[in-house]
């Protein structure tokens, strides 16, 4: 397993603003993700981050909207921008630490836009 | 597009019953298969993972994989109160990424 952090645990933003999630992880890792889960539903895959080239987005996610960094194995960031109130949501950064192994998940980041 | 399906529940078992969680998948090459547990306002955790048709033990939980029906199913016996709780099956996808279900709801009744 792994033990990641997140940054920040939860938000309160205005319509417009940006807000940048960081995604801490305590050992390298083989792969990286980015998910959105609105209350009650299940996870959505925004994008899998890649260690030094751009991120790999789904369908309906876009980098402009959500850029994304991973510099390193460890760590990653996730930027919500020009942010609406339907944006608001739990975002989960998630890795996998060995092949054919199982994911595990950071402890999430509540957003509110107003 | 890969699926992954479940009940949504909520099941609902008595303390000490067996609960039976269900989960099919539409595409028949997936190889490697996940059980995580979600409580209401955590993230979710992984408690089984299963490649092998057959059954796969770890405690009171057991994952039971066939890959010819497309099903994989998680089994809880002797049911707690505080297995109450969202639980999510994934597959991996050629190693991409994974795909979850939408969950069920197991409810476990004192």
């Known amino acids: 397993s792994a033990v990641i952090s997140q940054k920040p645990s939860r938000d309160i933003c205005q319509r417009g603003t940006s807000l940048t999630i960081q995604c801490q992880v305590d050992?390298?890792?083989?792969?990286m993700f980015w998910y959105r889960q609105q209350p009650g539903q299940s996870l959505t895959l925004i994008a899998t981050a890649n260690q030094g080239s751009e991120a790999t987005y789904e369908s309906g996610f876009v980098i402009d909207k959500f850029p994304i960094s991973r510099p390193n194995l460890t760590f990653s960031t996730l930027t919500v921008s020009n942010m609406s109130p339907e944006d608001s949501s739990i975002y989960l950064c998630?890795?996998?630490?060995?092949?054919?192994?199982?994911?595990?998940f950071g402890p999430g980041t509540r957003l509110l836009v107003l | 597009q890969k699926e992954v399906e479940q009940n949504s529940g909520p099941l609902s078992v008595p303390e000490g019953a067996i609960a039976s969680l269900n989960c099919t998948y539409s595409d028949r090459g997936s190889q490697s298969f996940f059980w995580y547990r979600q409580y209401s306002g955590k993230s979710p955790e992984l408690i089984m993972f299963i490649y092998s048709n057959g059954d796969k033990e770890d405690g009171r939980f057991t994952a039971q994989l066939n890959k010819a029906s497309q099903y994989v199913s998680l089994l809880i016996r002797d049911s707690q109160p505080s297995d109450s709780a969202t639980y999510l099956c994934?597959?991996?996808?050629?190693?991409?990424?994974?795909?979850f279900g939408p969950g069920t709801r197991l409810s476990v009744l004192p």
């Open positions: 998630s890795v996998v630490t060995s092949p054919s192994g199982g994911q595990y």
């Open positions: 050992s390298q890792v083989t792969m």
């Open positions: 994934a597959v991996d996808n050629y190693g991409q990424n994974f795909v």
